[in-house]
Structure formats: structure tokens, C-alpha cells
């Protein structure tokens, strides 16, 4: 093997790390569960040791290979150049994927994790090439991919619907995508002829169908019934991956293309795609918070809750555009995954714990399983942040750029009622335990996946909060498509 | 390929697939969405001399998932010749108006360059495209059915491609590949729920 051949081998490794340990999965899970290495009865256990292993690994090698000049990978015209935030998701989703299943111990943990790994793998790949088309549809296919996986192997009809509403919502979206990739192509064109489009009116058309894309994929009003059905009725690592990390990828790519397509044109946008924005955005954490203060089923607890988070998504949309050189948006996309994936932990554990849905039912729950409580503890923590760090000025610039009274008071409001619903599961925790909690055999705190979920969840609240910095990594601006295609010949 | 010479042909075939497509039965559906594919994958890639790497892609991942999709027994002469008998094309549209009318205006619709730079580009892909945008469009929004959901996300898809194909020319090689495994996820997603919907309802 020549010396070039070793290279371009070792950037592969480097570029598709995470992509081929999704792959190796394929062929372990189902080696692993045979009878030669043990007992039929302990396939899933086995199974879920190798996905944890493989989680872990794979976060490792995103964070060991990281992005940069030696991990690009070239085959003739492709190039596959792994970008800051590509690996950042890799890096954290490794091991709070691994958390998760190691905490969940379903039966059907290794399917969780091989959803786990594809995810981060479709997301380090799709953040991996120029923005545009092909990124935002590989996250959409993908997503709903792995929600068909995650939902298989139970005849359940809530399931089936769920991915029926994902299926819907991509085959839109991906015509969406189409679309806006037509009219962002045009404007260059648009300037050719007075009788052509102007600019102004098409880069509000691209801003709108951007808009859309984020607003349905993070489930932000009116598009939230989706998310919440999700997290209701899908696997906790499936509606984590589709309801939540995707989108926070094909978020990271619309805030770049709407930064590089703002910036690039000089005129004003036309449209009330900024007003409409703003309003949803402040709604939609008002929404989402008071919903989840309301509701009683965790599921739908913990699907309100990202409803409202992606309102802090919403709003950073809105500054992308204001002030598209502004790096605030992104920097809250990855702390804002982080929290709803440590709500996340947390429900798989109480899941595991008490297989309870009602939260009445649940009352004392956090005297009963102290770690478990601190968890969402985490949560809290991670909510809030550390006053003055990077996250409060990203939040305070975000909110800053809508330049309306309204709209900051509601969000506002909208982010009380967040933490508010986080502290009302808590209270519920600290009150008299029920029968159920209280005849609930407890694990000892020494046991080693409780002690994984308590350093997890401590290096995650970490993370969110802003104590480890973490969230610049993410606002680096990812590579832009190659320009519009050569415009037809007939054209002056 | 001459717009006489075939643009025109594929056009019709491909609206007239299309409509098929979202109103037939099963069966008759899933042919008309094969159908519908082709012309669609012909007149966005206008093969020449050589075919292209991304057509043969784009072919292979819509047949593979529709013949994964398929119910048994859909390929015999007997069901076939049943499902293409003129007259049962011809009511089945009859029986859905609408669709006919949409079609059809899309097809007009198309035809009038929409204040885009899309003068210079040609108007049977485009009346095609948005003639299966709009055929397409209402059902994927609002059918109860899972299999047919998916067939119209096809037919939108390809509406979408085609237009957009009118203006700027086929997709470049990376989105053409993921634009066919959207194609196949979709059709594929499809299937496995209406399935998984199908048994949970039985038990």
C-alpha cells in the first residue's frame, strides 16, 4: 500500500468514523445475540453492552477526529469535510445515546442504539458536505428512516401513527426544500430582467420556505402536534433523535444558508416573514410551557417541553435574519438539545424505574429514587445556565434582535413557565409517595449504570448550562453549496 | 430529445400516471406510480447517448421500493392487462373529476412563465411539474391512508424535481443520490407502517 493510499485511508476512518461504526452495527447486533456467545435469554443484554460500547466509541472518534484538513475525505468531485458542529453532535450524542440505552434496558435496546448511531452518523455526514439541497433532505429521509426503526417490532397502532405524521411532514418538507433551493438559485438570475422576480420578494420566498422547514421539523406552533405525538408514543432514543437532534442539525444548516444568503443580498427582504417569525417564536415558548405545566402524562410533560424550547429556535431564525452576522442563534441550538436529552435520561429512568405514564401516579417519586431526582436537578441547572456566560448573552441577543416589547415579555413568560413545569415534576417527586412508588423495588446508588447516569447527567447539565464550553464549537458557519447551476442558454 | 418527439409524450403520460396514481386502487396505483417515475426520471435527466448515472440511480431506487411495496400477484399478465384496460382508466378518472381538473390546470398553469427567470427553459417541464405538484399536494396533506400518503409524496416530490429541472437542469450527482434514497425511504416508510397499522388494528 502506497503512502497516498494510506492517507486517503486514514482520512475515510477519519471523515465516515461515525458512519462505519453505524455500519458495523448492522452485522454485530445480530452476531452478538446468537447462542454462541451465550444464552439466548441474555441476547438483549448482550446487545445492549455492544450499542453502549459502540455509542461510546463513536463519540470518541468524533471527538478524537474532529474536523479539520486531515479528515477530509475526496472521491473525485465528492468531498466529505467533517465540520465543527458535525463532530460536536457526534461527540455528545455518543454518550448520552449510551446513557440512555444503558439506563432504558429495553428489549429492544440494541435496535435503540443501532437508531442512535445512524442518527449521529446521518448528521455528522449531512453537516459534513455544503449547504444546501442534498443536507437537509439527507436529515429529513434520514429522520424518518429512523423513525420507522425505532417504531418497528411492536404491533402499536399509536407508533405507526406517529411515523405516519413524520412520513407526511417529510414529504412536504423535502418539496419545500426543492422549492426553496429553486428560488435561492434564482436570484442571481433575477436581476437579468425588470419583469423577473425581484430579489427582495425572492429571498423573502427562500426565508419563508426555510422558515417552514425549522418551524415544522422543531415542532414550534403551529406544527407541534407531531413532536408531541412523538415523544408520546415512539421509544425515548427515536423521539430523542428525530424530534429533537435532527432537527437541531437541519436548524445549524437553515441559520448558516439564511446567514450566507442575508449577507450576500443587498436589499431588503420583502414579506412579513420576520414579524410572523417573531410571533411564533415568543408564542410558541408560551405555548409549549403552559401545555406542559398543564399535562399530566410524562410523555406528553416531555413533548411540550421541546415544543417550548424551539421557540428559542424560532427566535434565533428572526436574528438570523435581522442580523445575519450574528452568532448568538447558533450558539443556543446545541445547550437547547442538551437539556431536552437530560429530560430525556430522566424519563427513561422513571420509565424503567416505575413503568408509569401519569404523573399523579408518580408522586414521591423523587424521595423514592434519589438519583433519579437529581437528574432533573440537571435539568433545572441546565435550564437556567450560568448567569453571565455565553449562553445568557446569546439568549439576550436573540431575544434583543426581535425589537419588540411584546414579544420579549411573552418569551419571557413562555421561558418561566419552562422551568416552571421542570419544578412542578420535582415538587411531584418530593410529595407523599404513592403505593406504586413505595412497593417499587429501588437499585442501590453504587450500581454502575446509576453511577454513569449521574456523572452523564452531571457532564451534560455541565454542557448545557454553559459551564463546560461547548456551545462555540457550534456556531462555526458551515460550508456554502456550490453556486446556482449555469442559468439556461436563452437567457440575456 | 426533441420536445416533439418526446417531452410532449412524457409529459402526458407522466400527469396522466400521476392522477392515476393518487385516485386508483392499490394496484392500479402502484402501476401508475411506476409509470409516473419513468416518464418523470426521463424528462428530468433527457438522456441522449449515454444513460445517465443518475437516472439509472433514480430508476433503480423507485423500482426497488415499489417492488418491495408491491402486493403479491400484481405482475401477472392477467392483473396487469386488468389494471391498464383503457376503459377502467377512463372511469377511474371519470370518478374523480377534481383530480382531472387539477391536472389539468396545472398543466395550464405551467405553461405561464410565473415572474421567475424561467423564460428560456422549457414549458412542458415545467407545466409538468406543476401539474404534479398540484395533483399531488392536496392528497399528502390530507389522506387517511398511509401507502397512499406516501405514492402522493412521490408524485409532489416529482413535481417539485421537475420544475426546478425546468430551470436550473438535473440535480448534481450527491443530491441525485439522496433525492433517490428519498424516494426509496419514502416509499419504503410507506409500506412498513401501513403494515404495522394494518396488524395493530387486526389485534
Given at each position: 500500500m502506497s503512502e497516498a493510499q494510506i492517507l486517503l485511508l486514514l482520512s475515510a476512518l477519519r471523515a465516515l468514523a461515525p458512519l462505519a461504526l453505524a455500519l458495523v452495527s448492522l452485522v454485530a447486533v445480530p452476531l452478538i445475540g446468537s447462542p454462541r456467545f451465550g444464552a439466548p435469554l441474555a441476547a438483549a443484554t448482550r446487545a445492549r453492552y455492544l450499542v453502549v460500547g459502540l455509542l461510546l466509541l463513536s463519540g470518541g472518534a468524533g471527538f478524537v477526529a474532529g474536523a479539520g484538513v486531515t479528515s477530509t475525505l475526496?472521491?473525485?468531485?465528492?468531498?466529505?469535510?467533517?465540520?465543527?458542529?458535525?463532530?460536536?453532535?457526534?461527540?455528545?450524542?455518543?454518550p448520552i445515546f449510551a446513557i440512555i440505552v444503558a439506563v432504558g434496558q429495553g428489549r429492544r435496546a440494541g435496535a435503540m442504539g443501532q437508531v442512535a448511531l445512524f442518527?449521529?452518523?446521518?448528521?455528522?455526514?449531512?453537516?459534513?458536505?455544503?449547504?444546501?439541497?442534498?443536507?437537509?433532505?439527507?436529515?429529513l429521509i434520514g429522520g424518518t428512516s429512523l423513525a420507522a426503526l425505532a417504531a418497528g417490532g411492536k404491533e402499536d397502532a399509536e407508533r405507526a401513527r406517529a411515523v405516519f405524521r413524520d412520513l407526511r411532514s417529510a414529504g412536504v418538507l423535502i418539496t419545500l426544500t426543492v422549492i426553496a433551493e429553486l428560488l435561492r438559485a434564482s436570484i442571481p438570475l433575477s436581476a437579468t430582467d425588470p419583469a423577473y422576480a425581484t430579489t427582495s420578494s425572492l429571498t423573502a420566498g427562500v426565508a419563508l420556505a426555510l422558515s417552514l422547514i425549522v418551524l415544522a421539523s422543531v415542532g414550534a406552533f403551529p406544527f407541534h402536534h407531531r413532536l408531541v405525538r412523538m415523544f408520546d408514543a415512539l421509544p425515548i432514543v427515536g423521539s430523542l433523535m428525530v424530534g429533537v437532534w435532527i432537527p437541531a442539525a437541519i436548524t445549524l444548516i437553515i441559520f448558516s444558508e439564511l446567514s450566507l444568503l442575508i449577507a450576500a443580498v443587498n436589499e431588503p427582504m420583502g414579506g412579513a416573514v420576520l414579524p410572523i417569525l417573531v410571533a411564533t417564536g415568543a408564542f410558541t415558548m408560551l405555548f409549549g410551557g403552559v401545555s406542559a405545566l398543564l399535562h399530566d402524562d410524562v410523555g406528553e410533560v416531555l413533548g411540550f417541553f421541546a415544543v417550548g424550547s424551539s421557540g428559542w429556535l424560532v427566535l434565533g431564525l428572526a436574528a438570523v435574519i435581522t442580523r445575519p452576522s450574528t452568532l448568538a442563534p447558533h450558539e443556543l441550538v446545541i445547550p437547547a438539545t442538551l437539556v431536552i436529552s437530560l429530560f430525556g435520561v430522566w424519563r427513561a429512568a422513571v420509565r424503567r424505574r416505575y413503568?408509569?405514564?401519569?404523573?399523579?401516579?408518580?408522586?414521591?417519586?423523587?424521595?423514592?429514587?434519589?438519583?433519579?431526582?437529581?437528574?432533573?436537578?440537571?435539568?433545572?441547572?441546565?435550564?437556567?445556565?450560568?448567569?453571565?456566560?455565553?449562553?445568557?448573552?446569546?439568549?439576550?441577543?436573540?431575544?434583543?434582535?426581535?425589537?419588540?416589547?411584546?414579544?420579549?415579555?411573552?418569551?419571557?413568560?413562555?421561558?418561566?413557565?419552562?422551568?416552571?413545569?421542570?419544578?412542578?415534576?420535582?415538587?411531584?417527586?418530593?410529595?407523599?409517595?404513592?403505593?406504586?412508588?413505595e412497593r417499587t423495588e429501588v437499585r442501590r446508588v453504587t450500581h454502575p449504570v446509576t453511577l454513569a447516569m449521574l456523572a452523564g447527567a452531571l457532564l451534560i447539565a455541565g454542557a448545557a448550562a454553559g459551564i463546560i464550553d461547548v456551545e462555540s464549537a457550534a456556531s462555526e458557519l458551515l460550508r456554502p453549496g456550490i453556486e446556482a447551476t449555469s442559468p439556461p442558454a436563452e437567457l440575456p | 430529445m426533441s420536445s416533439i418527439g418526446l417531452e410532449l409524450p412524457l409529459t402526458i403520460i407522466a400527469t396522466l400516471g400521476a392522477a392515476l396514481a393518487v385516485t386508483s386502487a392499490r394496484r392500479g396505483a402502484w402501476i401508475a406510480l411506476i409509470v409516473t417515475a419513468t416518464a418523470v426520471a426521463l424528462l428530468e435527466?433527457?438522456?441522449?447517448?449515454?444513460?445517465?448515472?443518475?437516472?439509472?440511480?433514480?430508476?433503480?431506487?423507485?423500482?426497488?421500493?415499489?417492488?418491495?411495496?408491491?402486493?403479491?400477484?400484481?405482475?401477472?399478465?392477467?392483473?396487469?392487462?386488468?389494471?391498464?384496460?383503457?376503459?377502467?382508466?377512463?372511469?377511474?378518472?371519470?370518478?374523480?373529476?377534481?383530480?382531472?381538473?387539477?391536472?389539468?390546470?396545472?398543466?395550464?398553469?405551467?405553461?405561464?412563465?410565473?415572474?421567475?427567470?424561467?423564460?428560456?427553459?422549457?414549458?412542458l417541464l415545467r407545466s409538468a411539474g406543476v401539474a404534479l405538484l398540484l395533483i399531488g399536494l392536496p392528497p399528502l396533506l390530507t389522506s387517511r391512508y398511509v401507502e397512499a400518503t406516501a405514492r402522493a409524496a412521490v408524485v409532489t416530490l416529482s413535481g417539485a424535481l421537475l420544475l426546478r429541472a425546468a430551470i436550473l437542469g438535473p440535480l448534481d450527482a450527491l443530491s441525485s443520490i439522496i433525492i433517490a434514497s428519498g424516494y426509496a425511504a419514502l416509499l419504503l416508510t410507506g409500506t412498513a407502517v401501513a403494515g404495522q397499522l394494518t396488524k395493530a388494528e387486526e389485534s
Open positions: 475526496s472521491i473525485g468531485e465528492l468531498t466529505i469535510n467533517p465540520s465543527q458542529p458535525g463532530r460536536l453532535f457526534v461527540a455528545l450524542g455518543g442518527g449521529l452518523a446521518v448528521i455528522d455526514l449531512a453537516l459534513a458536505i455544503p449547504v444546501g439541497l442534498a443536507p437537509i433532505t439527507l436529515l413503568d408509569l405514564v401519569s404523573l399523579q401516579e408518580l408522586t414521591g417519586w423523587a424521595r423514592h429514587t434519589s438519583a433519579i431526582g437529581l437528574v432533573l436537578v440537571g435539568v433545572a441547572v441546565a435550564m437556567v445556565a450560568l448567569p453571565g456566560s455565553a449562553i445568557w448573552a446569546a439568549r439576550a441577543e436573540v431575544i434583543g434582535a426581535s425589537g419588540s416589547a411584546i414579544t420579549v415579555v411573552i418569551a419571557l413568560i413562555g421561558a418561566v413557565a419552562l422551568f416552571a413545569s421542570i419544578i412542578r415534576v420535582i415538587l411531584i417527586g418530593l410529595a407523599q409517595k404513592s403505593h406504586v412508588v | 435527466f433527457q438522456p441522449t447517448d449515454t444513460l445517465p448515472i443518475s437516472l439509472v440511480l433514480r430508476l433503480a431506487a423507485v423500482f426497488g421500493a415499489i417492488l418491495v411495496a408491491l402486493p403479491p400477484g400484481l405482475l401477472t399478465p392477467q392483473a396487469l392487462t386488468h389494471d391498464l384496460a383503457p376503459r377502467r382508466i377512463v372511469s377511474t378518472l371519470a370518478e374523480h373529476p377534481v383530480v382531472v381538473a387539477t391536472a389539468l390546470a396545472g398543466l395550464l398553469l405551467g405553461t405561464i412563465p410565473l415572474a421567475l427567470p424561467i423564460e428560456g427553459s422549457s414549458t
